[in-house]
């Protein structure tokens, strides 16, 4: 089974500040990474993904991403924070050890607000 | 591109009816999942779709059912509704259906009440 834990209800961070944003994951198999945010009333959006290669992934809106595989872990950061990545952040996980489901397993949320 | 589209946006619905909700995913996609978002529960998984066949399913009573069209477009049912079925259902499509790597984008969600 695969699992996700978002260790943070909520993240405050200063405007102008770096920010990290804390996941941390369980898979029997090789991890496929993502980062999600989702404002009010709004659907999911797609910020980040690690699937091979270099450990420190980038997506958008600046945002950046470290992948540690001995510390299973898959911290989402920003070098400088704004008031408007104030939104709810979700981690997901794929295992793609080859056992045929390709369900997304999502963390519970972190909640960032970024104090102007 | 157009993105994935959800209708109807918001709905209310007495206890025991029931409800069908809508997805078009994003054209070229054929794989289409659901999710239901609870703030007690979070993001929980109700199954995937490709080419017309449920390939996976989560832990949700027969009462939740879905299908989907050869089109791709997908719905999701819900019979005998019960108040704790009120929630923000959300539809995602994949652009293939047979590797684990790539993202799913979101439809902006069925805000469902149930009273």
């Known amino acids: 089974a695969q699992s996700v834990a978002q260790p943070e209800d909520q993240v405050n961070v200063a405007e102008g500040n770096p920010l990290t944003v804390k996941c941390t994951y369980s898979?029997?198999?090789?991890?496929?990474l993502f980062w999600y945010v989702q404002y009010p009333n709004r659907g999911l959006q797609f910020l980040l993904k690690?699937?091979?290669?270099?450990?420190l992934v980038k997506g958008s809106y600046g945002f950046e991403a470290e992948f540690n595989k001995s510390q299973t872990s898959f911290h989402l950061k920003k070098p400088s924070a704004l008031v408007s990545d104030s939104a709810l952040y979700f981690c997901a996980v794929r295992d793609h050890s080859g056992a045929g489901s390709y369900q997304l397993t999502f963390g519970k949320g972190t909640k960032l607000s970024v104090i102007p | 591109k157009a993105g994935v589209t959800q209708t109807p946006r918001y709905l209310i619905k007495t206890r025991g009816q029931q409800v069908t909700l809508s997805c078009s995913p994003i054209?070229?996609?054929?794989?289409v999942s659901w999710y239901q978002q609870t703030p007690g529960q979070g993001l929980q998984f109700l199954f995937e779709?490709?080419?017309?066949?449920?390939?996976n399913k989560g832990n949700f009573p027969g009462r939740f059912s879905g299908r989907q069209f050869s089109n791709s477009r997908s719905e999701m049912n819900v019979s005998t509704l019960e108040l704790g079925d009120s929630a923000l259902y959300l539809c995602?499509?994949?652009?293939?259906?047979?590797?684990?790597?790539?993202?799913?984008?979101f439809g902006p969600g069925t805000r469902l009440t149930v009273t």
């Open positions: 690690y699937i091979t290669g270099d450990n």
């Open positions: 995602a499509s994949s652009p293939v259906g047979t590797g684990y790597s790539y993202e799913q984008y």
């Open positions: 898979v029997s198999g090789n991890p496929y």
């Open positions: 779709y490709f080419s017309e066949t449920q390939r």
């Open positions: 054209s070229g996609h054929r794989s």
